[in-house]
């Protein structure tokens, strides 16, 4: 996917997480080990997530791959920790797709 369309499925995603009433706090924070897409705070939990774009549900969620949670565990915890941070906090998806956008919530589990 290009840069644009990933910026394109982003910008959809923090839309529809505003309009659930979550605050993004941050875009894009990188870490040695990757990327979070959104940095989102709903009832005192921050909520790491994770954007996926495809033609269809199914498609978007497989490249949710083990490698990719994993670099997003890890990038996560060194934004609690850069931010000192101690607080609740999960990681999520957000599937955008031509026709829906759905929300995961803690995709780890």
């Known amino acids: 996917m290009s840069r644009a369309k990933g910026n394109a499925a982003e ?16 875009r894009n924070f990188y870490s040695r080990f990757g990327e979070i897409d959104i940095i989102a705070l709903m009832d005192n939990v921050i909520h790491f997530v994770e954007v996926k774009s495809a033609l269809d549900y199914e498609l978007a969620v497989q490249n949710i791959t083990k490698s990719k949670l994993s670099k997003l565990i890890k990038t996560g915890d060194i934004y609690l920790k850069k931010n000192a941070l101690n607080v609740n906090y999960m990681y999520d998806a957000v599937i955008v797709t031509p026709q829906k956008i759905w929300h995961l919530e803690n995709i780890t589990i």
Do not use: N, P
């Open 11 to 26: 910008d959809k995603a923090c839309e529809f997480l505003v309009k659930k009433k979550f605050r993004v706090i941050e």
